[in-house]
């Protein structure tokens, strides 16, 4: 069935087809007979387009003459219109001058400005005449009365704020060709309006920090309103505003700055506090303000470059003051007393500091680092200074260093509390120079586009200062570059503290020490060096060396109250400085302070103690015997303490301990041992001894 149909489907195509094509021959011989008249029509027009040719290259050339005549004549017609029209505008010339003379016996401003317009077509027209110089002349003579005669009426209409009346003024202005005077008497109109504000407030009493934010208040609401009424004057109104407020800012009578400087010598907080204080309503001034300009900001920030520029003297004069209000003396206190004093202090002083930091980023948004640095540096150093001449008057008050009987170490723990104090000072000023250094980081990236000029132009910001001072970009570029790279920033305030820290330290070693220089001091005059009745001596230890020996075994008891707190000062201390006597260094990171500390009074016993002994003028064999009982006791206590005695010590303990027949042979066994000394030790004793 589906065959079938697709079978009579191509038959009917076939029968299309064929039908097709029958019409087409059919119709064959009618389709040539259309071609052969087309082309007999297009070889028609053909030639009569080449006849029309012809014809017009006949016309051209029969008519050339005429038009170049007709040419002429067209010129000549010009001409002779503009010498009418010059004519014209010289006689109109002469009349316009005397309307213009009219109207100004009239005061007739309108008028005036319609006659100047008219002339200065008319000269347009006579720039060729002989005298158009000296009608130029005086076409602007004319012109300059006019602006005399309208410029008051125009600052009537400013300051009454009548648009209508501005608005034909300043086409007046444009006619004559002065419509740039008209900035020139807007700026004029609102600078005297506005110095008359600034002197309503600058003759009272009050502070200017108290009644800057009330004169803001005041611009600001001109500036609202003539953003209105500017697009009557001007075609740039936002333009004109900014330049009017930039102008006042810059014209006012004394300035901000002579303001500030005068009532910061009343001001009982001081000037970077008083600046501080009107700094806030600048600030909320350029938020506010509708309109923008770098030029308007210089202004605003204007006031305050001095301050900001001069932030580090500035500041080291703040803390000189705020220092020497802390009267960091001890003259006449007790020891506790003095100690609480000094503890007091140093809170009080770093919190200057703190402020000193605010101040520095309140004024300058951080940029002013480098003067904060350099304040700091210079409060450091007077602070130290007072600090170690109270810690010399602590020590003298102490009375350690006379030569008087210090039965017990009771000035140590004064000393010790010194030290304590020193090692917290160090840890506060670590922590301030980290948090400037942090700072500084944070700030790098906007201060760098502040210093390369990359910041928002009509941004308002307080460190644009620096931009425009190369001193100040440059030393800032190399703060920050020092807090990027990890330099010391307060390498000054190290060496103060430095010398703080050692003073302390020679205070402490020294009281801890006096009670044992007191027990040695008349050890060489005993007379039991040369007498013990007979040839017996003691089996037992003098009282000076067992009350020294009992001292040391104290040690560790007066250490420990500052040590075994979480306060970690005291070792911080002694990581800074090394103890106060010979071949000591400073405390290693992973050094015990109070095994340190040991260890240096138990040396510089030692030491003392050789001195002593080198004082005794002459020693029996039994004196020779109980020193040497004596040396061994110390050497017993100091194994106590776990501190190892001196080769000197040993060796002189070894040498007292022999007979005279075994003297050198005894020397010759000797570790390090050092011949003078030994020959010294020979004499006392008075053993014949050759090495």
């Known amino acids: 069935m589906l065959f079938m149909k697709l079978q009579t489907f191509v038959q009917r195509i076939n029968a299309e087809l064929e039908e097709t094509s029958n019409q087409i021959v059919r119709d064959m011989p009618s389709v040539v007979r259309s071609v052969d008249v087309l082309a007999q029509d297009v070889s028609s027009l053909k030639d009569r387009m080449s006849a029309v040719r012809k014809d017009i290259e006949h016309v051209e050339t029969d008519t050339a003459h005429t038009m170049k005549v007709l040419i002429e004549l067209d010129a000549i017609k010009g001409k002779m219109e503009a010498t009418s029209a010059a004519l014209q505008e010289a006689d109109n010339w002469t009349t316009l001058s005397a309307d213009a003379e009219e109207a100004f016996r009239s005061d007739d401003v309108r008028k005036a400005a319609a006659t100047l317009l008219g002339m200065r077509r008319s000269l347009l027209v006579l720039s060729d005449v002989p005298d158009h110089a000296q009608r130029q002349q005086l076409l602007s003579g004319l012109e300059s009365r006019l602006e005399a005669l309208i410029s008051p009426k125009l600052l009537m209409a400013m300051e009454a704020h009548n648009a209508d009346l501005a608005k034909e003024y300043t086409m007046m202005f444009g006619d004559i060709g002065r419509k740039s005077q008209i900035l020139a008497l807007y700026l004029q109109c609102h600078k005297a309006a506005a110095q008359d504000i600034w002197a309503s407030y600058t ?31 001007f075609s740039d109104p936002a333009g004109a505003v900014t330049a009017m407020l930039a102008a006042v800012l810059t014209s006012l009578s004394p300035t901000l700055k002579d303001l500030l400087l005068h009532d910061s010598r009343t001001n009982p907080g001081g000037c970077l506090a008083l600046v501080a ?23 605003l920030v204007g006031g305050f470059t001095h301050f900001q520029l001069e932030l580090g003297p500035l500041l080291s004069a703040e803390f000189d003051g705020r220092i020497a209000g802390l009267q960091i003396s001890v003259a006449g206190l007790s020891p506790d007393d003095a100690v609480e004093l000094l503890r007091a202090k140093v809170p009080l002083f770093f919190d200057i500091l703190g402020e000193g930091r605010r101040y520095c980023q309140q004024l300058t948004d951080g940029a002013g680092m480098s003067g904060l640095i350099e304040a700091i540096s210079f409060a450091m150093d007077r602070f130290c200074a007072a600090y170690s001449t109270a810690v010399e008057d602590l020590r003298k008050a102490c009375a350690i260093d006379g030569d008087g009987d210090i039965e017990d170490g009771s000035s140590s723990s004064y000393s010790f509390s010194i030290v304590e ?12 120079e980290t948090t400037i250094r942090e700072a500084a980081v944070a700030a790098k990236a906007s201060l760098t586009a502040v210093l390369d000029g990359e910041a928002g132009v009509d941004r308002f910001s307080l460190s644009k200062y620096c931009a425009d001072n190369a001193v100040a970009a440059s030393t800032l570029r190399q703060t920050l570059v020092d807090a990027d790279s990890g330099t010391p920033l307060l390498p ?3 060496d103060a503290l430095q010398e703080l820290n050692r003073t302390a330290h020679a205070f402490a070693y020294a009281s801890v020490m006096a009670p044992i220089a007191a027990r040695f001091r008349e050890v060489s005059r005993l007379p039991v060096w ?18 020294i020996g009992e001292y040391l ?18 070792a911080i201390a002694l990581r800074a400085c090394s103890a106060p006597f010979e071949g000591a260094g400073p405390l290693k990171h992973d050094e015990n302070a109070a095994d340190a500390w040991l260890n240096a009074v138990c040396h510089g016993t030692m030491e003392l103690y050789r001195k002593t002994i080198w ?5 029996s064999t039994p004196g020779a015997r109980q020193l040497s009982t004596d040396i061994d006791y110390l050497c017993n206590v100091l194994s106590a303490l776990d501190v190892a005695t001196d080769t000197d010590v040993l060796n002189i303990a070894q040498l007292l301990s022999c007979t005279p027949e ?26 014949p001894y050759r090495p």
Request: proline share 8%; net charge neutral.
């Open 492 to 494: 000054l305030p190290r």
């Open 421 to 432: 104090l020193c090692g917290d000072i160090i840890r506060r000023t670590d922590r301030l």
């Open 615 to 619: 004082a005794i003028p002459k020693l």
């Open 277 to 299: 204080a009107t700094i806030p309503a600048a600030v909320n001034f350029a938020t506010a303000l509708p309109v923008s300009s770098p030029a308007l900001l210089s202004g």
């Open 662 to 687: 075994e003297f050198a042979s005894s020397a010759a066994t000797l570790r390090d041992a050092r011949p003078a000394e030994v020959a010294k030790l020979a004499a006392m004793r008075g053993i």
């Open 530 to 547: 040369i007498d013990l009745g007979g040839d017996t001596f003691s089996l037992s230890p003098l009282a000076y060396v067992t009350k």
């Open 553 to 570: 075994l104290t040690l560790p008891q007066q250490l420990e109250p500052f040590l075994s707190q979480e306060d970690d000062a005291f």
């Open 203 to 233: 003759q009272g009493t009050a502070r200017v920090a108290d009644w800057l934010p009330l004169f803001y208040d005041r611009l600001l609401q001109i500036a609202h309103r003539e953003i209105k009424f500017c697009p009557s004057l």
